[in-house]
């Protein structure tokens, strides 16, 4: 064996990563095809629907609005209603719809260069609330689920979830002071930011927040109840988001079978790759056709719906051993232009030595995301804070 | 010509050699001197340089030497002097002959050209009393192409003189009896007697004589008989293993054989490819062979002709085995220690075989050493195996029991991210017995069983197993005609389960049974027709999945799907018959009917309209072992052989099968996910046709194989999967699959030398898979109807498999292989929905990953030969992916965190050592 040993040995060192970035280069075909998403709105809000075009892969852009569209929802009743275009790509009712259980919606569209899109007819669906969500302790962090039911026993549900997360963000510091400039804008001294020397809460209490980005289905197909009850998010130990307060509202789509069939083949398509046994990725089928063009690829499942919203809050005392902590040093600078501007990385926190004037003569600092928030959030405060 | 000595032999040989060479220099007459120089000179040119400057010829077996490499630096030296210069450090010895004309090199047998003084004074006598010519001498080492006279010509008109003699062995001089003295044409022969003496007829003229006996080296020689002669002959035993008689038995099968399409790799050729963690993989080897593919390095299963991976039949001693896939598929669950071949025949399928659309592969194992207990053990990075053989009578019955098991957790921290987290834990087993009742009566019983559990990169576990085992009777009722009957059961089962979520845990399980009745009849009527026919009946019990949850809190709702029956069952006969000497047809039938039985409860589709879920008219239930719906049909079987030459043949065949059971799967390489779907009547089975034509040309003495065949195959009603296919726990799955039609074509070119220090064979494969699924049954058509490749459509494959025996104990291995890369499907678009930047897919397979470059090397070196030793020993040290390529598995594109990110996935991306060590006792 002596021989083997080494052998065995080096042989982590030399696998390497076998994962890479990779750009086939030339795949960059003809693209540009309509999107649509949103959904009919049977709740008390305006129905809402996004329209855009794919781009190509290598396109630097965010998203391409498809503008001057006209769009409809129409009622198998021969009743309709005009979306009108409020932002680019943005088609809304001025007025939440107001829809008849009794009758079945589409959406049409009629774009800018002539075609026509309509969806399959659907009706108002029967949406449960979301009854809870909860969370547990999990490896450290805290994990996020939903809970609902449906009286329906024979019903089977299909959902989809986004979430919006806040959470307060507060400066290491609290500073009383501020750069004083001269004419060409260079800070030239510190002084008071108020009068009366108190504290600047604007650049201390400061809200950041994160949306959804991975589509988040679940469905009671295959349980004895109609009981959801699914992890949906997971917030790792020591993470920012629960050092003061955290929240988490989450909207709940109650889905028709084709919808979720829809979302799922998406999430494959885009979220579920790479790994050994996944599958193939395939074409997207939503239930938009083109009339004036079959065959055209449309990519969008729109039906009527209702949004279902939750909120909880987390407070950091309820998280105990989280571990949140943000290395902040202070530094002492004189309060001269010249050291001010040799040390121009920090922010003033409070006067540490005065003039015998009562003028600062010198202040403590610290670096800039340790005194202004700002620079991590913002410090507009929502309104439902409780804080 | 003299593989494979046992070395302590080869050793005694020598320094005999040694001694008599001592002899023959210092009985030296005065020898013509010669001057010379060269560098690396093939020894050819060598004793062609020599054969210029002085009257000596030179006797040796070209083919045998053709890479040995001699130099010299010579002035004014004695021949003999010259010769030792040469070929010192070759192991060849020389003998220069009493006529001082005639030199012979040999490899270890030095060429005796003196007799004993006595030897032919049987013969002198002989000669006066008859007055004919003297006695002709015929022994190895001569020159074939000389032709030798025998009698003066005499007046007397007759047209056929007789010619008799003696054959002895060359090294105890004891007759020879029952060797065979023959011409071809006309055909004479005769066989020597008791005392090694014949006698024999022949017409005047120039003839080839050919004398052949067991354990001697054959001897073929011209000869031009004018009048009546008596003719001694020597022959030279041959010291070969068993296993080299086997060779030399195949060497011409390839080219003579009806068979188009069929590859036969025994264990010892396996043994030598260096594979990822230096583990013999019978199925990677096979994978070498032109015409078969893989798609990639996490996947066992074989792409053969354009066919998917569920239409290859995979018989182990005739149970098959569903799934042989160890360690996420990375490797086979063939043991190779109880392996003894594989044979792969990917055009003609003998009529005895079905139920599979592409090829059959047919492993064979070893039987169990009837003398001695015997066994071995080895380690290596992956496993660690046993094997213990011996008899069970003496004789007459024996065993093999053979286990592996592994340790490869630690191996998973060096695979991709994709493997993280993961655990794999597997072992196989396997059991063979064989007994003999008497000379007519033989029983075989083969048990097989592989595991395999693993969870990857997730708290899902997977867990898969085989388990197989058989009795085959062999009954010999006369000379020409034997038996097999044989019965058996194979089983296929996995298991998921999932329990981090208490409330979601679950356990999902599937399994396939199959049990069978084999009778198989070989009649040989005569030498223009042998028969064999046939049944094979084939019960199918389907789980399709079973549903339940795991844990007190889990809200899992038990999902029980029916079990499915079906009956397969086929009756074949088929006929070889040699139309004349060089055209042989090999004509089969089968004809194969299967019952898809009750109880079930069937969904009713209205005729002509797509079979989707809004489309069904409700089911109809079925009793049980009622015939729900039959399908049935004759599949044909036809080869045909015509020699050109000797060494030369073309076939042309025409082969269509039949499959009612089938893989669905959407997945790149086979999962243990994929379950397996009986036809019924809403899903028709697949039927594939294949036309082929091959040219077959050996070289050098059948030491070189030469081929070139070309197919081209139709498939029809593949089930391809749809667009977001639910394939698991479905009730409907006759929804999520489209019936696809395939076609396939390719020409393949191999040249292949199985013997000599240097073998191996290198292949060249240009195949196309193209599928189309457009029929309106389905409801929607796939890539929009048009025709898309298959994954596994790589046009362009080349492969280089090679061995380099230096010695008997230290060879070496290289592989070289390049293939097009793998179709896949790309995205060709971008948009944001749902918070994130999406991605569009294009056509099916319609671009493809880079190409696939790879080489392996190898070094095998095998301990001491002493026979008298406890154990002996072997070492297998390597290196897999010499060049540390990232050959692609996969290129994907991921939205995370909202954006969209390329990705090339390598399974191994770097240089991959190995080594290997096995103990035999």
């Known amino acids: 064996m002596k021989r083997v040993l080494p052998i065995i040995a080096f042989l982590p060192v030399l696998f390497a990563g076998c994962k890479e970035m990779y750009d086939p280069g030339i795949i960059n075909p003809e693209t540009g095809y309509l999107v649509v998403e949103g959904f009919i709105n049977s709740g008390s809000e305006p129905t809402s629907i996004s329209l855009s075009r794919t781009t190509k892969l290598t396109e630097n852009i965010f998203s391409k609005p498809e503008l001057n569209a006209s769009v409809t929802v129409e009622g198998d009743d021969n009743k309709s209603f005009s979306l009108v275009s409020t932002s680019p790509g943005i088609y809304s009712s001025a007025q939440p719809l107001t829809l008849n259980t009794a009758v079945q919606y589409r959406l049409k569209i009629n774009t800018a260069n002539g075609n026509e899109y309509v969806s399959a007819y659907s009706s108002i669906k029967h949406s449960p609330v979301i009854d809870s969500i909860t969370w547990k302790r999990e490896n450290g962090g805290v994990q996020i689920y939903v809970n609902n039911h449906d009286d329906n026993p024979n019903e089977k549900s299909y959902y989809r979830w986004t979430f919006q997360e806040i959470w307060e963000i507060r400066s290491t510091y609290l500073s009383n002071l501020k750069y004083e400039t001269n004419t060409s804008g260079n800070p030239v001294r510190v002084i008071y930011k108020y009068p009366d020397q108190s504290p600047d809460y604007s650049m201390y209490y400061c809200w950041q927040n994160s949306r959804s980005a991975n589509i988040l289905l679940g469905s009671t197909e295959r349980l004895s109840q109609n009981v959801i009850y699914l992890p949906i998010t997971h917030i790792q130990q020591g993470s920012i988001k629960l050092g003061v307060l955290y929240s988490i509202e989450i909207k709940q789509h109650a889905l028709s079978k084709n919808a979720y069939d829809f979302y799922l083949q998406m999430k494959k398509n885009t979220e579920q790759l790479g790994s050994i046994f996944d599958p193939q990725p395939s074409d997207l089928r939503g239930n938009i056709t083109c009339t004036s063009n079959p065959g055209e690829i449309v990519i969008g499942h729109v039906e009527v719906n209702k949004e279902e919203n939750k909120r909880i809050f987390i407070y950091n005392s309820q998280v105990p051993g989280w571990g949140y902590s943000r290395f902040c040093d202070i530094v002492s600078i004189a309060n001269n232009e010249r050291s001010i501007i040799e040390n121009l990385q920090y922010m003033p926190i409070a006067p540490e030595e005065f003039n015998l004037d009562g003028s600062i003569k010198s202040f403590s600092a610290s670096a800039g995301t340790c005194v202004d928030c700002q620079t991590r959030g913002s410090n507009i405060k929502p309104s439902f804070w409780p804080n | 010509m003299k593989k494979g000595w046992p070395i302590s032999i080869a050793k005694l040989i020598l320094s005999l050699c040694l001694m008599m060479q001592g002899m023959f220099a210092s009985s030296q007459v005065e020898r013509p001197k010669l001057s010379a120089q060269f560098d690396s000179l093939p020894i050819e040119n060598a004793l062609l340089t020599i054969e210029n400057q002085t009257n000596y010829r030179f006797y040796y077996d070209k083919t045998a030497f053709d890479t040995t490499k001699v130099s010299l630096n010579a002035n004014n030296i004695s021949i003999s002097d010259a010769l030792e210069s040469i070929l010192v450090n070759t192991g060849l010895n020389y003998s220069i002959d009493v006529s001082e004309k005639n030199v012979f090199i040999t490899k270890g047998l030095l060429v005796q050209t003196t007799l004993p003084s006595n030897f032919y004074k049987s013969d002198t006598v002989q000669n006066q009393s008859s007055a004919v010519e003297s006695a002709m001498l015929f022994k190895p080492g001569s020159d074939d192409k000389e032709v030798i006279l025998l009698g003066r010509g005499d007046e007397s008109g007759v047209n056929r003189v007789t010619i008799s003699g003696t054959v002895r062995d060359e090294k105890t001089g004891e007759p020879i009896i029952s060797a065979s003295v023959y011409i071809q044409n006309p055909n004479i022969g005769v066989i020597t007697d008791q005392f090694g003496t014949f006698t024999i007829m022949l017409p005047k003229g120039r003839h080839t004589l050919n004398v052949q006996s067991i354990g001697m080296e054959d001897i073929e020689r011209q000869i031009l008989v004018k009048g009546e002669s008596s003719l001694n002959i020597v022959m030279q035993s041959r010291i070969l293993t068993l296993r080299n008689v086997i060779i030399s038995t195949q060497k011409t099968n390839n080219i003579r054989n009806t068979q188009l399409g069929v590859q036969k790799l025994d264990i010892k050729t396996i043994k030598q490819v260096p594979v990822v963690f230096g583990e013999a993989d019978l199925l990677r080897v096979v994978a070498t062979m032109p015409g078969v593919k893989t798609v990639g390095e996490a996947a066992t299963g074989l792409n053969i002709r354009g066919g998917s991976v569920d239409q290859n039949l995979m018989l182990f001693n005739d149970a098959n085995v569903y799934n042989p896939a160890h360690f996420f598929g990375m490797f086979s669950a063939f043991n190779p220690e109880v392996v003894k071949e594989v044979e792969v025949f990917k055009s003609s399928v003998p009529a005895k075989y079905g139920g599979r659309l592409s090829s059959v592969v047919n492993i064979t194992g070893r039987e169990g050493n009837k003398k001695n207990f015997a066994g071995s053990a080895g380690i290596g990075l992956l496993t660690s195996r046993l094997t213990l053989e011996g008899p069970i009578i003496k004789d007459k019955s024996s065993f093999i029991v053979a286990g592996r098991s592994t340790y490869a957790n630690w191996l998973l921290n060096l695979l991709p991210d994709q493997y993280k987290n993961s655990k794999a834990d597997f072992y196989d087993a396997n059991l063979l017995l064989n007994h003999e009742f008497n000379k007519n009566n033989t029983v075989y019983l083969t048990g097989y069983l592989s595991n395999d559990r693993f969870n990857l990169n997730s708290d899902t576990f997977f867990h898969y197993k085989n388990f197989n085992y058989n009795l085959k009777w062999k009954h010999t009722f006369n000379n020409r005609l034997y038996s097999l009957i044989n019965i058996g059961q194979d089983k296929y089962e996995y298991k998921i389960t999932s329990e981090r979520n208490p ?3 679950y356990a999902l399980s599937f399994n396939v049974r199959q049990s069978y009745f084999n009778a198989h009849f070989n009649y040989f009527i005569n030498s223009k027709h042998t028969l064999e026919f046939g049944l094979n009946t084939l019960l199918y019990k389907l789980l399709p999945g079973d549903y339940v949850p795991v844990g007190s809190e889990s809200l899992a709702a038990p999902l029980h799907m029916p079990f499915e029956q079906a009956l397969e069952s086929a009756l074949y006969i088929s006929d070889r018959f040699n139309i004349t000497k060089d055209l042989t047809l090999d004509a089969g039938i089968r004809y194969s009917m299967f019952n898809y039985l009750g109880p079930y409860e069937v969904n009713n589709y209205p005729q002509g309209v797509p079979k989707r879920v809004e489309n069904m008219t409700g089911t109809t239930i079925y009793a049980k072992n009622k015939i729900i719906h039959t399908y049935h049909g004759p599949e044909i079987r036809i080869g045909i052989r015509q ?26 390489a086979m999962a243990p996910t994929d379950i397996w779907k009986l036809s019924d009547p809403n899903i028709s089975p697949q039927f594939g046709d294949q036309f082929s034509l091959g040219l077959y040309k050996n070289l050098k003495s059948n030491t070189i194989e030469l081929s070139v065949e070309g197919y081209y195959k139709r498939i029809k009603d593949y089930l391809d999967f749809k667009s977001g296919a639910i394939l698991v726990l479905n009730s409907h799955i006759e929804t999520e699959v489209a ?23 290198v292949g060249y494969t240009y ?32 492969t280089l498999v090679s061995n380099y025996r230096f010695s008997h104990r230290f060879s070496t291995s290289f592989n070289a292989t390049y293939s097009t890369g793998r179709p896949i499907t790309l995205p060709i678009g971008k948009f944001r929905y749902a918070e994130g930047e999406r991605t569009l897919y294009g056509p099916r397979n319609g671009h493809r990953i880079p190409d696939y470059f790879r080489m392996d090397f190898s070094m095998n070196i095998e301990g001491n030969h002493k026979v008298h030793q406890r154990t002996h020993n072997s070492w297998t040290i390597g290196i897999y992916n010499l060049t540390g390529r990232k050959n692609p598995y996969s290129v994907y594109y991921v939205s995370e965190n909202g954006v969209i990110n390329g990705y090339k996935l390598s399974i191994f991306g770097s240089a991959i050592p190995f080594v290997n060590f096995n103990i035999r006792f």
């Open chain 2, 503 to 505: 409330v979601n845990a």
């Open chain 2, 643 to 668: 020699m050109l030459s000797n060494t030369m043949s073309l076939k042309a065949g025409y082969n269509s099968l039949r499959q009612y059971i089938h893989m669905l799967s959407n997945t790149a």
């Open chain 2, 739 to 761: 019936k696809t039609q395939g076609t396939a074509y390719g020409i393949e070119f191999l040249a292949k030398k199985l013997t000599g220090k240097l073998n191996g064979w």
């Open chain 2, 767 to 798: 195949s196309r898979i193209l599928l189309k699924a457009d029929q309106a049954e389905t409801g929607e058509f796939l890539n929009n109807g048009k025709i898309y490749p298959a994954n596994y459509d790589k046009p362009h494959d080349l």
